[in-house]
């Protein structure tokens, strides 16, 4: 279970990094990696935050498929 603390922090570091180099979509996505992985540690507590984390995760897959479409362009 440490690990998953582990990897929350680790997103939210890189999303600093990345926001320090001006890769705004990345870090957007990191950000929603970070904030959708702790939004489902909390819905085991509080349920009703669950559909927050899809979106948080929706958020991660859509700055990825920006990040695909900009580099394919």
Known sequence: ???RYVVIALA???AGLRVSQGAW???A???GLGA???LLKLAAVRPAVKPAA???FLITALSILVVLIRRWY
């Open 54 to 56: 899809y979106v948080a």
């Open 29 to 31: 996505g990191l950000a």
């Open 36 to 38: 959708g992985l702790a």
């Open 25 to 27: 979509v990345e870090a």
């Open 1 to 3: 279970m440490i690990s």
């Open 12 to 14: 939210f570091a890189a």
